[in-house]
């Protein structure tokens, strides 16, 4: 039996799966923590953790009946949100750098390293200036030894990528360093925010090459030889080696990974994805089978690319959401990650006698349920005050309030601590929806005193009973979901809704949500399309959010672990577009219509519109099936689809888009392993 090896790395858990590889049956799955300073360390766990199990199974699975690995990775997404990444060079052909600094287009370029040079082309394809090669070798070899990768972006490239081609030629005879030009990403106008996707994704290269160096430590040392894809922005896979390249096209490989593990699990084409994690919630709408594309481009850490990716909407919000109170009673879930309180007792049995001392004591809000938990990572670039703080966490977590007592200058705390935080030296500990379930006796993996202590502190400062509380707060996550949802639909109709400046609106949503509120009027909203949730455990949540919308759940048999399912069941898929232009505003017959091809590797002009067409298809559709197969897929279907535009009798352009799909294939992917 050949089987298959999906890895997913979320914001809190690892994932691993064994799957047939001739079936698509899952055949065993763990989960263990995401281990953020190291990405490696959880991998290497969780993938020992789904070996142990499938040697105990009937078919006893080893690491030699392992075919092909399929990893979903958030490296991308939380890279850029946290504003990680390699120094890189942007090198900008033809752009002017008097108006990109006018319009403030300067700050959206990701690296303060840019060099402006002489080049570009029109938007018919045709050169304005000639390509000043002597700056641009100049530039290259400045920065050889300074930095890791270069981004190359040409005005109009996408019309004509002649001068992008050739400085990348340079950059690779005079450094040997990655480099990435624009046109490679996308085939729509739009300078600047291409300059921004491609200036991202060079800094991305270092991250991925070392986690895809890492995984593959990890492979070998399980003794696995299989080749390595992942998954990209829109579900479908890709080699590693070409992954390196493009990491850009991998943000939100988590949300598409997801989506195409739920439908796999559910096999429902038409439905509302809901994947409850530990760190954020993601709502992804499925259409006949496929994840639903943002065709405006992906937006992540604040920054729009051109890369179109899965039509994700995240909230803050999932297990390990932090619960409290604010200063007027009223609960809050979120969209702070904390670590949960059973989880911690669970690494530090210390902190228990600290719970108690405090349940018994009745303190209840404020700093008295959070933690401060030291990170076990080299700390560069810290202040004496920074350093004073981590040696008070050399012997384990702390309470927050008893540091802010202890402390000079203790106002001062919660800001050096969130930059703390951002640094990766510490971790927050506190309530969350994971404690309040283990309370409840619906989720027990870690200790449950602790959890029950964290809930009688808070339900004291609330006045109600333990499992009251706890199940106000199993609720209140229901509801976010429920809210999370409406507004994704609405979304995408009429415009994200702003629920705090709406309150007639609000109002409308709370009487649907429940229907013990007071009033004379009632408000039902109805969810036209079933939901398929996933993650664990959403049956903890999701029938309350069903019921609430009427409409149709289903939680599918291995739901905890679809995102690392859809890893590995994914199709390789690669899309090229072709932009036909007219070279006049004559109106005419097709036939004799002077046109100009725009392809990657340059133009190609044509008299007819349909000898135009048929010279695109017959070249780009092997150049479509050849990156399918470079991408790993064994048979190939290509595709193409045609819009021509017109106006009356005067013609616009042609789009052709041409899909490549094809399963991974084993045996083709064997020579890369």
């Given amino acids: 039996m050949v089987v298959t090896l999906g890895i997913d790395t979320g914001g809190t ?24 300073h190291d990405l490696s360390v959880g991998i290497g766990e969780a993938v020992a953790a789904v070996f142990a199990i499938g040697q105990k199974s009937p078919m006893v699975l080893s690491p030699g009946d392992v075919g092909l690995v399929g990893l979903s990775t958030t490296l991308a997404t939380n890279a850029i949100a946290e504003g990680q990444g390699g120094p890189v060079c942007l090198l900008l052909i033809g752009y002017d750098p008097e108006l990109m600094q006018q319009y403030g287009f300067q700050r959206e370029l990701v690296t303060e390293d840019v060099v402006y040079l002489c080049g570009g082309h029109d938007v018919l394809g045709n050169e304005v200036a000639p390509l000043d090669e002597d700056a641009a070798r100049k530039a290259v070899l400045a920065r050889r030894g300074k930095v890791e990768a270069f981004a190359v972006s040409g005005y109009f490239s996408v019309r004509n990528p002649a001068h992008e081609l050739r400085v990348r030629a340079l950059v690779n005879e005079l450094t040997g360093l990655p480099v990435t030009c624009g046109h490679e990403l996308t085939t729509r106008i739009n300078a600047v925010r291409r300059a921004t996707t491609v200036a991202l994704n060079a800094c991305l290269i270092p991250l991925l090459r070392e986690l895809i160096a890492a995984v593959r430590q990890t492979l070998d040392q399980q003794g696995i030889a299989a ?230 502190l808070l339900a004291a400062h609330a006045g109600l009973p333990v499992e009251t509380f706890c199940e106000q707060v199993v609720q ?16 995408d109709d009429v415009g994200l809704p702003d629920w705090e400046r709406e309150p007639s609106a609000a109002a ?70 072709v932009l036909i232009v007219p070279l006049d505003l004559d109106r005419g017959e097709r036939s004799r219509l002077h046109l100009r091809v725009h392809l990657p590797d340059g133009v190609r002009d044509f008299v007819g519109l349909e000898q135009a067409v048929r010279y695109a298809q017959q070249v780009m559709s092997a150049h479509a099936e050849a990156l399918a197969r470079q991408a790993g897929a064994g048979q190939v279907e290509v595709q193409m689809a045609r819009r021509d535009r017109w106006v009356g009798d005067f013609y616009l352009d042609t789009e052709l888009i041409f899909t490549a799909v094809g399963r991974p294939s084993l045996a083709t992917c064997e020579g890369y392993a």
Wanted: charged share 25%.
């Fill in 227 to 456: 080749p390595l894809m992942v998954v990209q922005e829109d579900g479908s896979l890709v080699r590693a080696e070409l992954a390196m390249q493009r990491p850009i096209e991998t943000i939100l490989s988590g949300p598409a990974a997801s989506a195409v593990g739920a439908w796999h699990l559910a096999g429902r084409r038409d439905v509302w994805v809901v994947d409850v994690g530990g760190t954020t919630t993601d709502i992804v709408a499925l259409r006949d089978g496929q994840p639903r594309l943002n065709p405006e481009g992906a937006r992540v850490g604040g920054w729009r690319t051109m890369v179109e990716a899965v039509d994700v909407h995240t909230a803050g919000l999932g297990g390990d959401s932090h619960v409290r109170f604010d200063s007027e009673g009223r609960l809050l879930i979120g969209p702070r990650r904390v670590v949960p309180l059973c989880l911690l007792a669970n690494d530090y049995p210390g902190i228990l006698e600290e719970l108690r001392r405090q349940a018994a004591t009745q303190q209840g809000e404020g700093g008295t349920t959070q933690f401060v938990v030291p990170c076990r990572r080299p700390i560069s670039w810290l202040s004496d005050e920074d350093r004073a703080l981590l040696r008070r966490l050399e012997a384990g977590p702390r309470l927050l309030a008893l540091l802010a007592r202890e402390m000079p200058y203790d106002w001062l705390l919660w800001r050096r601590i969130e930059e703390l935080e951002a640094r990766r030296a510490v971790q927050r500990a506190g309530f969350t929806p994971t404690d309040a379930l283990h309370v409840l006796g619906r989720f027990e993996c870690w200790n449950v005193e602790a959890s029950r202590l964290g809930a009688e």
């Fill in 476 to 491: 209140g996550v229901s509801d976010r979901v429920a809210t999370e949802l409406v507004s994704k639909v609405l979304g």
């Fill in 13 to 36: 858990y690892t994932d691993a799966v064994l799957v047939d590889h001739a079936t698509g049956k899952v055949l065993a799955a763990a989960k263990a923590l995401t281990t953020r």
């Fill in 508 to 577: 409308l949503l709370g009487r649907a949500l429940d229907d013990t509120q007071d009033g004379d009027l009632n408000c039902e909203l109805t969810l036209l399309r079933p939901l398929v949730a996933i993650g664990a455990p959403v049956e903890a949540y999701m029938p309350r959010v069903a019921e609430r919308l009427h409409t149709e759940l289903t939680i599918p048999h291995h739901a905890e672990v679809a995102n690392a399912v859809g890893a590995v069941v994914g199709s390789v898929i690669q899309r090229l577009r």
